[in-house]
């Protein structure tokens, strides 16, 4: 699955997110699957209403941590696709 850099992504009302020691886990109420997430994971899980496309999230992650943007947009990428995979996020 390829998620589109600007393409409108929205977090599933169905999740409900905790953060325990720097590590975030991300409970889809209806199939009780539990994702768990690292810190960046979390970051960009908070952010994701502010921030709702690949290339927002990825400028957002580049700026603050200064990290190559060609990296960020990859690891952004492969995370976004592994919340699709989860059911945690829909396009809008």
């Known amino acids: 699955m390829t998620v589109l850099a600007d393409q409108i992504l929205l977090r599933r009302e169905n999740v409900e997110?905790?953060?325990l020691d720097g590590e975030w886990l991300?409970?889809?109420i209806d199939t009780h699957g539990i994702t768990k997430v690292n810190e960046l994971g979390g970051y960009i899980w908070s952010?994701?209403?502010e921030y709702p496309t690949v290339?927002?999230?990825a400028e957002k992650i580049h700026t603050e941590y200064g990290?190559?943007?060609e990296?960020?947009?990859?690891?952004?990428q492969a995370f976004v696709k592994m919340l699709f995979?989860?059911?945690l996020i829909t396009n809008a």
């Open 47 to 49: 952010i994701l209403p």
């Open 17 to 19: 997110a905790a953060e």
């Open 85 to 87: 995979e989860a059911g």
């Open 26 to 28: 991300l409970l889809n």
């Open 67 to 69: 990290v190559e943007l």
């Open 71 to 76: 990296v960020v947009l990859a690891d952004v």
């Open 55 to 57: 290339a927002q999230l």
